[in-house]
């Protein structure tokens, strides 16, 4: 079938919109209409050639949601009409990982997934004969896509698909962060760097966990009043602070009875790694753990003194929230419909695909939290 795209063909070029030809799918697979798809900093890191695993020319695009058109055959949990949220870290519930109840890194397709090409090794999507590939196993930068079965997690019908999108990567990200990942208890101090479509997400995640100080650190100015919105009790901007960042962070949780200092939980959601550094060294010796939720380019290296472990600092890494997608996802999709968490005031802007470029623009100049392409 012919459907629509905006085609990354290059690193660093704009996407084209473009009409692709997708096949149907095969055995265990699923055909989705997408009906919206958020834009994350990651489709522009590997958009911009950073990505290590970037392939081109490929459909980009991971944070979407819309309705199954066909089911392959073998396809037994999911049927035509079903509204589901596409997964980028699928969940199979029966590779060791899965069973291992440690991780929700799910290895049954992630070698294919990487090649942009779907489980039985081939690509659905060509145009005019040429392989394109797909993207983080999800595509959704297409009005249609085809995905395995258990990259999919089913959701409750009366959810709007423009905004629940969003729970497809950015959402769960930042809110997994805190419950799965971390751990965050009730009255913990809390900096968060990067107060973006993550970040943001993150300090609403504290805020629903019952953290008594949620600092935001960002080097744009206007995200203050966005932090705040969400839960944030104190803003610093790394370049208003006279002298050293972290020492100013670990000053601020003082308290009388603890001169030592440092944050419980600390958060990076930027993909700089002396931010990741500095997000480490903030957190309180003895127990203090650092989660990097960013994702850095081809060849960046993190580093800090190992005396930083060793007395007692943990450094934590985490993807997609440390969600398994087709158990959790549905329940955060109920607990935005529920009024438990925010989503609406999160997506600034609403766009047609052939105005995706746009999305791409606004994300990179600070001017938007989350752009939402409509099909
Ligand atoms: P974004 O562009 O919306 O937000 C990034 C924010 O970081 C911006 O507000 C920016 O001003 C701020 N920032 C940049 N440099 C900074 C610095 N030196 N100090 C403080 N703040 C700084 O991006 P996003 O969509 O929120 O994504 C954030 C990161 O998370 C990206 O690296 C993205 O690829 C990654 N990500 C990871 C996962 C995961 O599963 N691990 C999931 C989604 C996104
Ligand atoms: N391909 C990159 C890393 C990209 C990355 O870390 N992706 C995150 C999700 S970011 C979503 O916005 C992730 O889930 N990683 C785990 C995985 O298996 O890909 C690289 O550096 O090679
Ligand atoms: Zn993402």
Redesign the pocket.
């Known amino acids: 079938m012919k459907v629509r795209a905006a085609v990354a063909f290059e690193a660093a070029k704009p996407l084209e919109i473009a009409e692709v030809d997708l096949e149907g799918p095969r055995e265990g697979e699923v055909l989705v209409e997408i009906k919206a798809t958020g834009i994350?900093?990651?489709d522009e890191?590997t958009l911009s050639g950073a990505d290590p695993e970037g392939l081109f020319p490929a459909v980009l695009g991971h944070e979407g949601a819309g309705v199954v058109a066909e089911v392959g055959p073998g396809v037994k949990s999911l049927k035509t009409g079903d509204h589901v949220i596409p997964l980028y870290t699928p969940e199979c519930r029966e590779c060791p990982s899965c069973l291992s109840r440690k991780t929700n890194l799910c290895t049954a397709i992630r070698a294919t997934q990487g090649q942009g090409v779907m489980p039985d090794g081939t690509s659905r999507f060509s145009l005019d004969g040429r392989k394109l590939h797909h993207y983080m196993g999800t595509s959704t930068f297409a009005n249609y896509t085809v995905l395995p079965e258990i990259a999919l997690a089913k959701i409750r019908e009366d959810a709007p698909f423009d905004k629940v999108c969003y729970i497809g990567?950015?959402v769960t990200?930042g809110i997994g962060a805190v419950v799965n990942t971390a751990k965050v208890e009730p009255g913990a101090k809390c900096v968060v760097?990067?107060?973006?479509?993550?970040?943001l997400n993150v300090i609403q995640g504290l805020r629903l966990v019952g953290a008594d100080m949620i600092i935001g650190?960002?080097?744009?100015p206007a995200?203050r009043e966005w932090g705040e919105r969400f839960g944030m009790t104190h803003f610093v901007n790394?370049d208003e602070v006279d002298g050293d960042l972290v020492a100013h962070l670990v000053n601020m949780t003082k308290t009388p009875a603890d001169q030592i200092g440092g944050a419980d939980y600390t958060f990076d959601?930027?993909?700089?790694v002396?931010?990741m550094r500095q997000a480490l060294e903030a957190c309180h010796r003895g127990w203090g753990q650092s989660i990097i939720?960013?994702?850095a380019p081809a060849g960046a290296e993190i580093s800090t003194r190992p005396f930083q472990l060793v007395t007692g600092r943990v450094w934590k890494?985490?993807?997609?929230?440390g969600a398994r997608g087709r158990t959790d996802v549905p329940r955060i999709v109920d607990w935005y419909m529920e009024g438990k968490i925010e989503i609406d005031p999160m997506i600034t802007h609403t766009m047609g695909l052939e105005r995706i470029n746009e999305g791409f623009e606004l994300?990179n100049q600070?001017k938007s939290?989350r752009s939402v392409v409509v099909y």
């Open positions: 994350c900093h990651t890191f990567c950015g990200t760097f990067g107060l973006g479509g993550i970040g650190v960002d080097i744009n995200k790394p959601c930027t993909g700089n002396a931010v939720i960013g994702v890494g985490t993807a997609f929230g994300m600070g939290i």
